[in-house]
């Protein structure tokens, strides 16, 4: 007589799944990390500050109520999870400070309760020791004058400060988004909204946000690549969206902008490649180019620009206005302008050069029409 294999009872074949399927997870998590709540301190700063100090790879279970901390180590692993740092000391130069190198960031949120000179600093504290070849896979900061402070305001350490990349930026109520004043420094940014509009600010603190000052980014110095992200100044025509010094470079690429202001403040360079954006204004242009912008250049390619394009009937505003002594040179390869007519294009001592620009407009009588300028 042929035997008969039995089947082994249901609640041990669940009994097995589960018992595998926890010591699946035990051996996917890492059994090194730490929580600040497991950290000795008399308050959250100096838990935070405990674990960041003697720990590499550290986690944030929960808010934490913080004065100041620092991420200085080498080859740390940080991640929020979900979680905060809330600002309690609004006098404090930075709730955030990141210093250390070979970082690895994950969902960075400071919120710097429209406190402190900036909500987070990255700078270098040795020209040996630069704070260099980290990544942040996410950063959000929120109630903040100053969101991201690359370097430093005034006098910052010349060191090689590069091969840094954030992957996932944004920002909500703050009003300069990301002030870079580094020499020999390079961010890379990619996939980011960098928003410098108001939101609660004007209800939590009324007159307090400054249009005029508000900037997506200032780039004194250094050098800067955004690719693939949304530059936004929506709320106000005051003031710019981006700023860029005299000894700073930006480039951009695949990236779409919209501003009731002016968009580019330029004394520096731009290079923008892939460029879509809006200007919600009709008395406002692309490129707001000083008399102190001297022996410098932008240059773009693959530009599409809309403003309405009734506007071009009655606004004189060019698409580039400059200072009658600036010597500045702007190049535009292959662009579309929805809303300028071809001798709109600049104004002052500005030199533009065109290949294959596209003008759309409106006649007086309503009928569109278009010119093309080889």
Known sequence: MQNKRQSPPLFGCVAFAFAAMIASTSAAEPTNWISPSQCPGEDDTARIQHALDHHDRVYLDRDYKVTSV???????????????????????????????????????????NYGYAAAIRWHSIQRRKPAQYNRVFGMHVSKAKVGLLYGGFDNPLDSPQSENAIFGLTFRSVERCIVVNQPNGFLYIVNSVIDCNANEWKQERKDEFDDEAARAMVLDQGHVEISNSELLKTSTQKGHMIEVGNSGTLKLSNCHFESGAAAFLLRGRLWASNLSGRINSDSQPLLDIPADAKGRLASFANLELRREIATSRYSGMPVVKSHAETDYRVLMNACVFHGWKPGRVVSGGAKVTRRQALFQFLEADNRPDEDFVE
């Open 70 to 112: 620092a991420i200085h180590r080498i080859g740390q692993h940080v991640e929020f999870r979900g979680h905060r740092l809330v600002g309690i000391a609004p006098d404090a130069e930075a709730c955030l400070f990141i210093r250390g190198r070979k970082l690895t960031l994950r969902d960075v949120n400071v919120c710097a």
